[in-house]
Every structure is written in structure tokens, then in C-alpha cells.
């Protein structure tokens, strides 16, 4: 006899009433009587993790994203019963838990909502791969705007939208395409002058909707795994981008090199086009720090192999490139050729390192070599192996970085673009499918790829490049924006996507320059360039498929622009430099959108195209073509035009006139910005002076300068420099205030002081209390003076 055993639909599941509490040290645990079980974790006073299970028990507790190297603490804990609640308090935040359902609030000391379920937790049972689709509802405040999300294609603001996380090969992808390579589940909100963030830290494919179904209603699911998301409370968009920053990781400062620009195409082959390449950089004097090799370096794309014909001795290739200060940075994809003569091959299946579908047998796939097996990166054991197979590229052959692309994972002629989702993975110690292990595959590549060149680069630091990307990625790599196309659309996409890139905790991030497919024209190269040199990672890289993308591509204007903007970078490099510190140490972002800047002030809550670069130079990118200026919204404070030094009032809309070699730039009034001399490459020279650039200011600000020896890991021991400098201005009197920290000493002994804005003519200047002749410290003009790099105090009186 056959039975109809259909199962049965049970649509969306909720947690019932709650019938038992059980608090341990950190954490508090509610039970219902439906086996639904929430724990609360409070890590610090702003910072709670909210993780439910619905089978009466917690699977093992891991996590790819968190950095277990942090540490975390709040100072109050308080757990109370209410009629109709529990309540959990901090010395920042109240949380409420109904009891009749599991629902959550959260609210501030003053009882302010900061955020609330609208359904809260729900699930719906998946029948054809097992487990649950876990989902959460929360209520939207009226006015709230959401951001972040990382390298989302779409307006910065995310009021609206519904978007989708599971990492994609998108070649050539358009504005508001879904989804892209990366995957950031954290997002801010903003409403009425508060933010908080939220980490979905799950790997699976994951959804966020903002509004966009709902009029009021924020919600997030992913189709398998547990809900376990953590609350981080602001009340500064600045404090939850640094709290989510330090849960997630921070990366080690990267060598100075790797801040300069870099320039790459698919593909420089042979040889003697690559040295062609870089000799026109010099040539024309415009500064290059790194030359790529794509694929087409390799033996029958065979990774970890160099092409006999192209490249017959890469030792003395790389050798002579270094002479010429170009570091040589070569990509490293996942797929290993099916090759019983390739030694990488053999190795990794006599160990059994590769994939393997449910059933047993290897996945196999179709990428740029053919017929492809893949390791799996999520087995520490075959990160170590991995690691180990940069030997001889790093220690033998002295390549500087290493560049991991198509590790979506990308798989080609296929409709899902990678593996199928049986594949079975490790993950480290917690076996799993493919839908689980998916996201983080791209990361785990980049972090074994970063342990072997960190192994073999050793004692200077690794460079590493990554296309895919999960949260905590930013701990080993640096990435870029993906297969982007030649077009002002693209050129918009691009400033937004680093800007948010900047506030998801994964800051070391740039776009091709330009664009990678199709020919951009010389004014979008040019107007990229001008945009490109104030992102982090600053690369111009093309498919060689569309035309040449050099600088000399293009007409002499666009060779002096490019010229003249990448000069810049590097007059800023202790600029940028300093930011970076700022960023590994205490988790600032390197860029900062307008709402990060001021959230209080609601005209910047829907500007995308401006942005801080740093702490102290405003930075708006001319995004269409034919345009001599743009309207702008120059946020709160006062300015300087960095071009004319004319002196601005901010918390305005503004029409900014500009030539065809300018952006409008704006300095911050006070600040005090460092540079070095234009260098071809960095270590071309022995840095001879340090200018700092003196915008006046009535009244207080501080700036800072951090360096170190560029390379190594002497900086860990406290040989760095750290200096404040404290500025004062008053009607008749600047007064500058320098203090250091570490032991490392530049080379240059003196510094020079250039004056913006200065309001009075100097009649005196005392430098730590002493009065100093104007022609012993050069001073002329009004305009500039130099002195000993050792002052404490210096004066200028009128």
C-alpha cells in the first residue's frame, strides 16, 4: 500500500512565549516552548549579538568574519523582568525581549527607539536542502536612510532598494545590477540624528530589502543557516563603522609602494612589451610604483608557472624591473588545470586537496586553462599547502604582490557562473555544501595567499589583491571593484562604490582606472585619473580586447593631467599614509561620505558624488563630460580652495568653476597638510624635507603625520613616527605645537612651513621661545619658512 506522505506547507514559523531564562556571565539565553532558543551576548556597551536557533540546541559557533584577535568588554550589565518583557541594560543601550513572542527592542537610556522588529524572527523549513530559511523584520523610522553593503552598484543611500548577497563574476555589470563579487552583510541606519549598525554574519545566500517591498519595514533573510546578527549603537555613524571594523579586522599596514599608482592591462606579453611599458612611464615622468602580469604570463594559464616564450628568465626580468623602481605584482586564480604532468596538480590530488561533489567525485569546471579542479581553501590544511606554493614567485624570483581574481568562485559556460551547490567544503572543522562555504571561498583564497607571501616577502610586508570578498577580508587583502566598463555611468558607479567600501570596514579599495571593458575616451580617462588618485588602492587596468589604456593612449592633455593628478597622489603619500595608520589602528575609515561627515545635517544624507579623503581635503570628482565646474555641496565648516586658496564658507550648495585639469578640492580651515617632493617611484629618493602645507584657522585644530621606514615590521616595535601637530590661530598670532611619538627618526632634518590664508603680516617668529631672524629660517613672502624638523613650538606674531 502506498501512502501520500506529501509534506505538509507550514509557510513562515515564529517563536512562541517564552518559559525559561538562564543568564551566564555575558550572555543571556531565552527559551520558548515552541524550542526556539535566543541567546543575547552583550561584547561591549553598544555592541549586543542576537543569535536564535529553532532546533532546542546551537551548532558549533564559527565564524570567517569575526577577528578573534580583538578584544571586547562593557562596564554595565543588568538583567531585569518586566510585566510584558525582559529587559537587558548596558551604560549605553536598554534592550526589551517580549515574552510573548521574542521580539526585540532596542532602545537608548533616554527610552528613544534606536531600533525594533516590526515581525522580528521568523523562518520558513526548506524541504530540498534541509535546515531553515532564517528571516528578520524590523520596523523603519520615518525618514531613516540606510548605507553601506559594500560594493553595491547602486545610489549610496539604500532607502528602497532590495539587494542581494552571493558573490557573482560580473563582467562588464551596469548600475543597479544584483549581485556583484563581494559580500558585506553589515548596513548603518540614520534616523533622527542616531546611527546603528547591523551584521548579518551569515554566509549563505543572503537578501536585504529597505523599504523596498514595505513601505516602513526593513528586513533580511538568507536561505539557510542560523539568524545571528549583531547590534552595534553609534550614536555617531563614525562610532559604529569603527566598532564594526574592530569586530571584523583591521589589516596591517601595507608597504608605502603599494599606495602609489599602479598601472595593468589583460595582458602585458612578452617581455619586452612589459619593458617598454615601464619605460615610457619614465620617460614621460609620470610616477609608477607597480607593473601587473594577467594571465598570459603563465605556461598554458598553469598558476605558479611562467610562459618559456613570453618570459624565458622572469628572476632577471623582475630584477631589472625593481632597478627601475616597478615592483612586479602576477595574478593567481583558483582553477588548477586537470594536468597529470603539472606538479601543482599532482600534489594537490595525491593529497586530495580539491573539491569534491556530494557524491565523491572532484569538481570539475571550465576557466581560462580548460578543464579545471579547485582547491578547497576552507581545509587549513590546503591553505597551508597553497601558502606554500608562493616559494619560489616571492623568495626565488622577487615578485612583491600577488593578485587573486575569478574566486567568486567563477566557473564559465555555465548558467550559475560557479560551482553547483553540492560541492562539499571543509570549513575548517564544520563540513558543509557549496551554499554555505560559497561566499567566503574568494576570501579564504586571498587569506592563504596572503599567508604565503607574508611567509616568503618576509621581512617586508605582502601586497595581496582580491575581486571576491566576505567580511573580515580586509584582514589580509586589499580588493578592487570588479569587471567595470568605460562609461561616465561607470565613472559615478565607482565613486560611490569605494565610498562604501570605505564605511563596510574594507577601506584598501580602488576601480580599473578608466574602465575594464570597452575604450574610454581621453576626457573620461583623464576625468578617472582625476577621481582614481584619491582612492586607497589607485590602479588603471583594461581588457586589452577594447585598445590601449596607457596614459600615452590618449592626446597631451590627458599625458599632462595624468601626469599632474598622479604627482599629486604622491606629494600626498605621508597624507595617505597617515590615514592608513589611522585606519589599522583605530578603524577609520580612509574615505568618509558627507553623512559620515555631518549626519546631523540632512542635505547630506542623498550626496553621493562628494566625499572626505582623509580627515581634512574635500574631494568632489567631475562625473560628465564637457563640463568647466559642477554644483557641489560643500558640508559643515570652513574651506579653502586648494587650487586658488580662496576661503569658503561650507554647509552650502555651491557653483565650483574648474578647467579641464582640475576637480574641485577644498582644504579644511586649520589643517595642516604633509607632502614629499615627486618621486618616479617610492625609494627613488632619500626624502630631503617634509612640507607641511599651514591653512589658517581662528581658533583650534588638530593634524597628523605618521611615518616609518615604508617597509618592514620595525613600526610594530615602536620604530615609527607619530606627530600632532596643534594648531592656534588667533587675529594677530598662529601658534603650531608639535609632539612625537616612537623612535624612528626621518631622514630629513628639516621641514617646510608653507602659510594659507594667514590674515596678518609676520612681524616676529619665535620658535620654542625664541625669537628668530627672518633670513635664518629663509622667510619670505609671507608665504613660507623652513626650520629644524625638531621644533616644539613655533610662533608667528603680527
Known sequence: MITNTELEYKGDLFPSKIVNVIKEVDSVYFYTDNNVILKVTVLRDSMIRFRFTTKGYFSNDFSYA?????????????????????????????????????RVGIYDLSGKIILEDEMGFHWEECYE??????????????????YGLGDKATHLNLKGKRLENWATDQYAFQKEQEPLYKVVPFYIG????????????????????????????????????EMNYYFIYGPKMSDVVTTYTHLTGKPELPPLWALGYHQCKWSYYP???????????????????????????????????????????????????????FKTVVIIDPGIKIDPEYSVYKEALEKDYFCK?????????????????????????????????????????????????????????????TFPLDVRHDYDGNPCSHRKAHNVYGTQMARATYEGVKRFAYPKRPFIITRSAYSGSQRYTSSWTGDNVATWEHLWIANIQVQRMSISGMGFTGSDIGGFAEQPSGELYARWIQLGVFHPFCRTHSSGHHGNQEPWSFDDDVIDITRKFVELRYQLLPYLYTMFWQYINDGIPMLKPLVYFDQEDAQTHYRTDEFIFGNQIFVCPILEPNALGRRLYLPKGNWYNYWTNEFVHGKKELWVKTDYNEVPIFIKEGAIIPKYPVQQYVGELEIPELSLDVYYKLGKEKSLVYEDAQDGYDYNKGRFSFKTFNM???????????????????????????????????????????????????????????????????????
Not at 523582568?81 to 548596558?90: A, F, P
Not at 554574519?201 to 528586513?219: A, G, I, K, M, Y
Not at 598570459?296 to 628568465?313: A, L
Not at 568562485?409 to 557562473?417: D, I
Request: glycine fraction near 6%.
Open 728 to 798: 592656534t590661530g588667533k587675529e594677530k598670532e598662529l601658534i603650531i605645537q608639535q609632539h612625537k611619538e616612537g623612535n624612528f627618526e626621518p631622514l630629513y632634518e628639516t621641514i617646510k612651513i608653507n602659510l594659507k590664508g594667514l590674515p596678518f603680516k609676520v612681524n616676529k617668529i619665535e620658535i620654542d621661545n625664541e625669537e628668530v631672524a627672518f633670513e635664518e629660517v629663509s622667510f619670505e613672502n609671507d608665504n613660507f619658512l623652513i626650520i629644524k624638523k625638531d621644533f616644539t613650538e613655533l610662533h608667528f606674531i603680527g
Open 190 to 225: 540614520l534616523h533622527d540624528d542616531v546611527s546603528y549598525g547591523l551584521f548579518f554574519d551569515n554566509t549563505f545566500r543572503s537578501f536585504f530589502d529597505f523599504c523596498h517591498e514595505r513601505r516602513n519595514v526593513t528586513s533580511f533573510w538568507a536561505d539557510g543557516g
Open 66 to 102: 569575526i577577528d578573534k584577535t580583538q578584544s571586547h568588554g562593557y562596564n554595565f550589565l543588568e538583567v531585569s523582568e518586566e510585566k510584558e518583557h525582559y529587559e537587558i541594560k548596558t551604560s549605553k543601550v536598554v534592550c526589551h525581549i517580549q515574552k510573548a513572542d521574542l
Open 271 to 325: 617581455e619586452s612589451k612589459v619593458k617598454e611599458v615601464t619605460n615610457k612611464f619614465r620617460e614621460l615622468k609620470i610616477p609608477c610604483d607597480a607593473i601587473y602580469l594577467d594571465i598570459d604570463y603563465m605556461e598554458g594559464f598553469r598558476c605558479f608557472t611562467w610562459s618559456k616564450e613570453y618570459f624565458p628568465d622572469p628572476k632577471r626580468m623582475v630584477a631589472d624591473l625593481a632597478q627601475d623602481g
Open 129 to 146: 536542502f534541509g535546515g531553515n530559511i532564517v528571516k528578520m523584520s524590523k520596523a523603519s523610522r520615518d525618514g531613516e536612510s540606510y
Open 357 to 417: 561533489r556530494a557524491d565523491g567525485p572532484y569538481m570539475k569546471g571550465k576557466v581560462w586553462p580548460g578543464d579545471c579542479n579547485f582547491p578547497d581553501y576552507t581545509n587549513p590544511e590546503v591553505r597551508d599547502w597553497w601558502a606554500g606554493l608562493f616559494k619560489e614567485l616571492i623568495s626565488e624570483i622577487g615578485v612583491k604582490g600577488v593578485w587573486n581574481d575569478m574566486n567568486e568562485p567563477a566557473v564559465m559556460e555555465v548558467p550559475t557562473k
